[in-house]
């Protein structure tokens, strides 16, 4: 049985696709209607990509609030701060934040999915297939020996959070924790470089940490613990 605490988007899911005459039942075999999270209010892609029709460096908090509000697959969320809503279930919660730069524009926005459980693969809304069928392969990996991998695109604004199982393998069934979209181009004169790794495929993460370094400079932002992102 798939977790109850993702019901709020399977069911807002099939909801959607009702409205386009595509509804299909739940439960039965999974296909793209999750590529909504992409989408603005009214069905249609983002460019740049956003999430909920919410891009960062473009709206405000009151700005997407507004837009949450008008999803069809968040307007019933609730806020709990001034910039965060949440979607609570007995066994988790998923949430959309954001953070803040000086101007009061969003730095980030950040869709994540809190488990109050460990969580089986087969309960995510979102896996890491999912993504790379979407996106293609990252440019590059943020991961340790002690962290579960980020997947970061440059080009899409996007990094990915990957939660791996006990083997540490990355495989496409693999749920995701966090999408996060940031803004791209502040990067501060005492910027640090970091090295992140190259993409070397579905492997296990030890194979992974053994790739070529990419050096680049990063900043560091504090949102839905991402803490760094290119510059």
Known sequence: MRSKAWAWLLCSIVALSALSGTA?????ERHGDWQAVFTTPEGLP?????????????????QAFELLRRHPLTHNWEPVSATRLESRQKAGTAAVSFSLLADGVLDTITLA????EPDAPESAPIRLGDILSLFGAPDYLHISAQTDP???YVSQRL????????TRRLAPELPIK??????????????????????????????????????RY?????????????C
């Open 24 to 28: 299909r039942a739940l439960g039965r």
């Open 46 to 62: 983002c460019r740049p990509l956003c999430l909920f029709g919410v891009i960062a460096a473009k709206h405000t908090p009151e």
């Open 113 to 116: 999915f809190e488990h109050a």
């Open 150 to 152: 980020m997947l970061v």
């Open 159 to 166: 990094i990915v959070s990957v939660k791996l199982d006990r």
């Open 178 to 215: 966090r999408l996060t979209l940031f803004r791209f181009g502040i990067c501060p004169s005492s910027a640090p470089l970091y090295a992140f790794l190259a993409w070397r495929g579905l492997t296990h993460d030890k194979r992974q940490m053994a790739g070529n370094l990419i050096p």
């Open 218 to 230: 990063v900043r560091r932002v504090f949102a839905a613990q991402v803490t760094l992102v290119p």
